[in-house]
């Protein structure tokens, strides 16, 4: 061994293969082992392997998600929507529904408003993705640390959780959103997001989406909202009862501050300039302006009544109708319609006592009033109150019409030159014999006689004065004489619908047994003050839904009779106003023309009349209020009884009044048929009485007071209701003496069957009392 080799300690037997094989290769030294608390701290690579095996899971997890997770369906409530009826001018009546809503298209929401709700909610809204993972952060240690509950949602996740899931706060229902709202993004624009956002989110006050937040608390359409209008909107969102300051004042300061904080993102944002920040001011919403989701008052009638008309005209079928949606502007007009309700309680309401008479418990009203030009129908009064009174007034048929029914009878025998049972042609200046309980001639159907109002005798009276007067003797031998089929044919033509209850070819049809609506005997006066021509009535003037237009039957308008069939029978009516039964419709103003018309048994009292520019018909109606039964109105008010010349024309007269106020006064202008002025002629001297009818015999009662020709014409002065006046007089039915209440069975002007009893006595079927 040289000297110059370094010393070299042997190694014991083995130990060097040994730390070979320990190292993996010859000659290389050993890591020297973790011992004690060193051995829980994971190494470099266990990190990296734990992270990126976090990372693949994390990875396949949404991968998983996001094949899993579909776009669901939309929830029924957030599809749900009410229908909006609306007044001629676009104010609002009613909406129906469960939920107040009513879609709108993004581009009727102005620009300022959407600006407002993204400097709201979510200003990144257009450049970033659906989910926001810094402002999800940012809300998750908000939370933590006290600073207040955030979402953390954008724009996106906030829709999806109106649209598609619900309000509920579940891990699931924030997994669900997560992966619907990648998706939706990738398969939506973000306006279509933000329009569906703005049409489902909720402002308080019952009100979902925009539209109807506009609606609810500034009584305007959104496109009408201003900068400051949408800016407190935009506000609500964050906390839509909290920051409502009328119905929770002592919230003011905070929501003035949320509303602050909108309007000065929107000037970051370069929305708003800062001069017109400046000059903004806090705008106070108005007070309970969702009043329209209810029912109550008018609301509810007028709903039912463009409702019927829609499905009715088929137009829309019912269930169609009921899945909401639709923006329905009527021809109603608000001003019309406030003037209808005053008159109502002004002339009858104001007088009613339920506490003190029990009859004034029955008493219920309706009226309608057309444009007779246009069939528009302008106003409609259905009863006190929806809620107290659910049945409409003005559009049921169940009450008989009475003595409103004799114009059509006279205008079908014009119409068709039909002529007396002795061939004089029929004119306003015609004879008849108005004789009680006269019977009819010419007709083979059955002995009918018909008694008149109070059982007074007339005599020889002309038609003009029998029209005064409301003599069922003479209507009911005139309908024998024109033909009560024509009779009929010439009501339908008028307006009234074919399939009207009771109204039956035979002589008592002039009397009025048939029970059309208030509404239908609307359309009919109007077309006899149209001249005679004749337009469907039409509640309806535009029907969309999410900005889409439904198509709506073109109104039909054509002559149904000649003109001068309706002019003459124009010119007996007014006669009727200006000396008649219906003199308290004077009080209107204006030229006016119209009938009186009573029940059976003063069950109900009408007056129907026109103007040259508006058709109106009002009745007033007995009904018990537990049992639904027609019951007479004697009593009520404290009157006797009610007539067609008291109430319904004293409300025909104020709401007429106040309706055509401001409107220039017209004149009816009219062409008569030939003879229609002539004067009356002389009775008959022969063996032949009036209209060809025999003179009665010895015994017949013979006529009364209110037989006599002249001398005997009203004070132009209305009566009052109930009033009472010389024999003959007052009395739709011709002849109220002011009498009490006549005895149980005893018809009033209305209603007589065919059918009597030998003796002349009145022996009705069960299904006509």
């Given at each position: 061994m040289s000297s110059d080799e370094p010393h070299r300690t042997p190694e014991p037997p083995g130990e060097h293969s040994q730390n070979s094989d320990r190292n993996g290769t010859a000659g290389k030294t050993g890591r020297p082992r973790r011992t004690g608390w060193r051995r829980l701290?994971?190494?470099?690579?266990?990190?990296?392997?734990?992270?990126?095996?976090l990372l693949l899971l994390l990875i396949g997890l949404f991968a998983l998600g996001y094949a899993l997770v579909d776009i669901p369906a939309a929830n029924s409530a957030a599809t749900a929507q009410s229908n909006v009826y609306l007044y001629a001018d676009g104010t609002p009546i009613a909406r129906d529904g469960d939920v107040n809503r009513e879609n709108v298209p993004l581009s009727q929401v102005p620009r300022t408003v959407q600006h407002a709700v993204l400097a709201a909610e979510d200003r990144d809204f257009y450049s970033e993705s659906a989910i926001d993972p810094k402002a999800m952060l940012r809300a998750a240690w908000n939370t933590v640390t006290g600073k207040g509950k955030q979402s953390g949602s954008t724009i996106t996740q906030q829709y999806v959780k109106n649209y598609y899931l619900g309000q509920e706060q579940t891990v699931s229902r924030k997994v669900k959103e997560f992966f619907i709202s990648i998706k939706l993004d990738r398969e939506a624009t973000k306006d279509e997001i933000l329009e569906g956002y703005l049409n489902t989110s909720y402002f308080g006050r019952n009100a979902y989406g925009v539209q109807a937040a506009a609606q609810a608390y500034y009584g305007v359409d959104v496109q009408d909202l201003t900068t400051a209008q949408g800016a407190y909107l935009a506000a609500l969102l964050n906390a839509p009862s909290a920051y409502d300051v009328v119905a929770h004042p002592e919230n003011k300061g905070r929501a003035v501050a949320r509303w602050n904080y909108v309007l000065d993102g929107m000037v970051k944002e370069k929305w708003l300039t800062p001069a017109t920040r400046a000059a903004t001011t806090f705008p106070t919403p108005d007070e309970a302006h969702n009043n329209q989701a209810g029912l109550s008052g008018q609301r509810g009638y007028l709903r039912d009544a463009v409702r019927d008309y829609i499905v009715?005209?088929?137009?829309?079928?019912?269930?169609?109708?009921?899945?909401?949606?639709?923006?329905?502007?009527?021809?109603?007009q608000r001003a019309k319609q406030d003037a209808f309700v005053a008159a109502v309680d002004d002339q009858l309401m104001s007088k009613i006592d339920k506490k003190s008479r029990a009859a004034d418990r029955n008493?219920?009203?309706?009226?309608?009033?057309?444009?007779?030009?246009?069939?528009?129908?302008?106003?409609?009064?259905?009863?006190?109150?929806?809620?107290?009174?659910?049945?409409n007034n003005a559009t049921r048929r169940d009450y008989q019409v009475g003595s409103t029914f004799k114009p059509f009878v006279f205008t079908s025998a014009v119409e068709n030159g039909s002529t007396t049972q002795d061939g004089r042609v029929i004119t306003p200046n015609t004879l008849y014999d108005g004789t009680d309980q006269r019977p009819v001639q010419g007709w083979d159907g059955g002995y009918y006689a018909p008694e008149n109002e109070d059982s007074v005798d007339y005599g020889p009276l002309t038609v003009r004065e029998?029209?005064?007067?409301?003599v069922n003797a003479v209507y009911a031998q005139m309908a024998v004489d024109v033909g009560p089929g024509r009779v009929r044919q010439t009501a339908i033509d008028l307006g009234l619908p074919a399939d009207t209850p009771d109204l039956t070819a035979s002589p008592s049809i002039a009397l009025g047994p048939a029970t059309a609506s208030v509404l239908d005997m609307a359309g009919a006066y109007a077309t006899l003050a149209g001249h005679g021509r004749h337009t469907d009535y039409t509640l309806v003037t535009a029907l969309s839904k999410d900005g889409e237009s439904v198509t709506l039957p073109a109104p039909k308008g054509s002559r149904v009779v000649s003109r001068e069939s309706a002019d003459t029978t124009t010119a007996m009516l007014r006669s009727v106003v200006e000396d008649g039964t219906g003199t308290a419709a004077q009080a209107a103003g204006r030229p006016a023309a119209g009938k009186t018309g009573t029940a059976e048994e003063d069950t109900a009292a009408w007056f129907a009349g026109y103007t040259p520019d508006l058709a109106t018909v009002v009745a007033v109606m007995g009904q018990d209020p537990d049992t639904a039964a027609h019951t007479p109105l004697y009593g009520a008010a404290g009157l006797p009884r009610i007539n067609g010349g008291g109430f319904p024309a004293q409300i025909w007269a104020q709401f007429t009044r106040k309706a055509l106020a401001g409107t220039p006064v017209h004149d009816f202008d009219l062409e008569l048929e030939e003879g229609a002025e002539e004067p009356p002629e002389p009775p008959a001297a022969d063996s032949q009485g009036p209209a060809g009818t025999a003179k009665p015999s010895a015994g017949t009662r013979t006529p009364g007071p209110s037989a006599s020709k002249s001398g005997t014409r009203p004070s132009p002065t209305a009566p009052t209701a109930g009033a009472t006046t010389g024999p003959g007089r007052g009395r739709d039915g011709g002849g109220d003496t002011g009498r009490g209440a006549p005895p149980a069975g005893r018809p009033r002007e209305g209603v007589l069957s065919d059918l009597t009893s030998p003796s002349g006595r009145r022996s009705p079927p069960a299904a006509e009392r």
């Open positions: 701290i994971p190494t470099w690579r266990m990190l990296l392997g734990t992270v990126l095996g009715d005209r088929k137009i829309l079928d019912e269930d169609t109708l009921a899945t909401g949606g639709y923006r329905i502007t009527t021809t109603l008493v219920r009203a309706g009226g309608t009033a057309v444009d007779p030009r246009t069939g528009k129908v302008l106003a409609l009064y259905g009863g006190i109150d929806y809620t107290k009174q659910y049945v029998a029209t005064d007067k409301s």
